[in-house]
């Protein structure tokens, strides 16, 4: 894509200052998600947007980006960060997941799934394909291959959070920290990233009864795969801003007020 395209120039008006455009363009570029081609980074209602703009100043710099709220225990500081990681299966077939970002620190891979109004629109149907119950999770996964059982039996309902994919970025979290020499030994880590916005773009309020229902059903899957080799945790936006916000690194407390501005967060 050429950088002086009008969808170059679209996705500049989408990026805060700092936020490197030629990274942005390669990173999704390669992705399998298509969010420059189609439009739909340029969209304002785009969660690639906020984690390209959260995250991408740091892809340049990943020692400068500041842990989330009680996460220096994961081994910051970060000597890595990626946005739309492409995290494979133990197979060679199918679709492989793709993160927002992906941050390494010495000790720990971090798989951010990032959310902004997804959880306050309408969900498909998941299918889930028998490659799934192939025995290759290990015997510490035990609490998300049961929400992947009872998702494909109709046990569970998650109305508001997307759980099946949750699920499947833990499996390929879990396959490359046992199988990818570039993160082997380091311990797996799904940080759920969300937004809690107050309007959608056009003025609509959004419903403080499906924000609380999505904050349940986050706390639920919590519950359900606490335990397990992948570590889960839920952080709002709201949060990890206001930590960086309160951070003595002045690019951070500068970029966290710039993104609560843009995103209205």
């Known amino acids: 894509m050429q950088l002086d395209s009008p969808e170059t120039d679209a996705i500049a008006r989408a990026l805060l200052p700092g936020v490197p455009i030629d ?4 990173m999704y570029g390669r992705a399998p998600g298509n969010e420059i081609a189609s439009g739909k980074f340029a969209s304002p209602e785009s969660s690639a947007a906020l984690a390209a703009n959260t995250f991408g100043p740091f892809v340049a710099r990943p020692d400068e980006l500041q842990p989330p709220p009680e996460g220096q225990a994961w081994g910051w500081p970060a000597v890595s960060v990626g946005l739309e990681a492409t995290l ?5 077939g199918g679709r492989h997941p793709c993160l927002d970002a992906l941050i390494g620190t010495p000790t720990t891979l971090i798989g951010v799934e990032s959310k902004r109004y997804e959880p306050f629109r309408a969900k498909a149907p998941v299918a889930w394909p028998d490659a799934y119950w192939r025995p290759v999770w290990g015997n510490a996964m035990t609490g998300y291959e049961g929400v992947r059982d009872d998702l494909r039996e109709g046990v569970s309902a998650f109305g508001r959070l997307d759980a099946p994919q949750l699920v499947k970025h833990a499996f390929a979290l ?9 993160f082997r030994g380091r311990q797996p880590l799904l940080l759920y990233l969300y937004a809690e916005p107050k309007c959608w773009p056009d003025g609509r309020p959004v419903s403080r009864v499906d924000i609380e229902a999505h904050r ?3 706390k639920s899957f919590a519950e359900a795969v606490s335990g397990d080799e992948v570590v889960f945790c839920a952080r709002s936006y709201r949060k990890l801003l206001s930590a960086w916000a309160a951070s003595s690194h002045h690019f951070a407390r500068a970029h966290a007020g710039a993104i609560a501005t843009r ?3």
């Open 216 to 218: 349940a059903e986050v």
């Open 263 to 265: 995103f209205d967060l």
């Open 88 to 92: 494979r299966f133990p197979w060679s």
């Open 174 to 182: 879990r396959t490359a920290v046992h199988r990818d020499e570039r």
């Open 23 to 26: 990274l942005i363009l390669e």
